[in-house]
């Protein structure tokens, strides 16, 4: 009875009843399961330094997009529309009846805005006019050594957003 014979990648023959001798044994299995598990020891300090950067240029980006959709919703329904800002409670609120979003406990927020949409010292508005334009203002949000600062231009009502440094 003759064994069959495979080519390898290389051009090498190879006896198929060979081929089970092939594996891993479980001292490589080990060794490479312990560079897994250091490595993601060492990985881990990092990702937590940086998560807190995320979250803070997340709750900025979804508070442009809500300030963003406030003006798009005054020019589409012909009507003014504003963004509630709670900074103690870090919540804000598009018109009545939308739903209430908030940003993360661990960071602050600062507005600043016209003197006629400010409700009291901790809550005031951005409007916007169905013509585009608004009241204009800014959100400011800080957490630990870094901010960002959302604006609203008054004269078209448009919204940007800048990194900035704190000390």
Do not use: C
């Not at 959709?69 to 919540?91: F, K, P, Q, Y």
């Amino acid at each position: 009875m003759t064994a069959k014979m495979l080519m390898s990648r290389v051009g090498d023959t190879v006896r198929q009843d060979n081929l089970a001798a092939h594996g891993f044994t479980l001292i490589e299995l080990l060794v490479v399961l312990t560079v897994i598990a250091l490595l993601a020891t060492l990985a881990t300090p990092m990702i937590r330094r940086t998560v807190p950067g995320f979250e803070l240029k997340a709750a900025a980006e979804g508070l442009r997009t809500e300030l963003r959709l406030a003006r798009s919703a005054a020019i589409r329904d012909n009507r003014e529309t504003w963004l509630m800002i709670d900074v103690d409670s870090g919540a804000y609120q598009r018109d009545r009846g939308a739903r209430v979003q908030a940003v993360s406990p661990a960071i602050r927020l600062t507005l600043v805005t016209a003197r006629r949409e400010q409700i009291d010292e901790t809550q005031g508005r951005i409007r916007f006019f169905p013509d585009g334009t608004s009241t204009g203002g800014s959100v400011k949000l800080l957490r630990e050594a870094r901010a960002y600062e959302v604006a609203v231009d008054w004269f078209d009502g448009r919204v940007s957003i800048d990194e900035t440094e704190t000390q």
